[in-house]
Nanobody
Framework: VQLQASGGGLVQAGGSLNLSCSAS????????MGWYRQAPGKEREFVAS???????NHANSVLGRFTISRDNAKNAVYLQMNSLEPEDTAVYYC????????????????WGQGTLVTVSS
């Protein structure tokens, strides 16, 4: 299984970016998909997650500014980021909890390679 993330870049404070991530490979079912981020010198932190049925959770630090969504037909997850702040500068990683085949109901978490978001003041 591979997760390919894209959409990062350099943006001024107050601007917007939309991150995308698609999963491919041995996939029977994808449960929760999500986004984490890691800023320079800091630990990786949760940003948002979304279940297959569409219910979502967002970290308090991004609530009202970021919106997670997914397209189950495309095995994809997105993160619309508005009103970006310099504190949002980080490498953003997508995740997917994937059941690889029909013989097992156990999901394994996969991580994307990360996409860099830089917000200038």
């Amino acid at each position: 299984v591979q997760l390919q993330a894209s959409g990062g870049g350099l943006v001024q404070a107050g601007g917007s970016l939309n991150l995308s991530c698609s999963a491919s490979g041995s996939i029977f079912r994808i449960n929760t998909m999500g986004w984490y981020r890691q800023a320079p010198g800091k630990e990786r932190e949760f940003v948002a997650s979304i279940r297959s049925g569409g219910s979502a959770n967002h970290a308090n630090s991004v609530l009202g500014r970021f919106t997670i969504s997914r397209d189950n037909a495309k095995n994809a997850v997105y993160l619309q980021m508005n009103s970006l702040e310099p504190e949002d500068t980080a490498v953003y990683y997508c995740t997917a909890d994937i059941v690889n085949d029909a013989t097992s109901d156990k999901a394994r978490r996969y991580w994307g390679q990360g996409t860099l978001v830089t917000v200038s003041s």
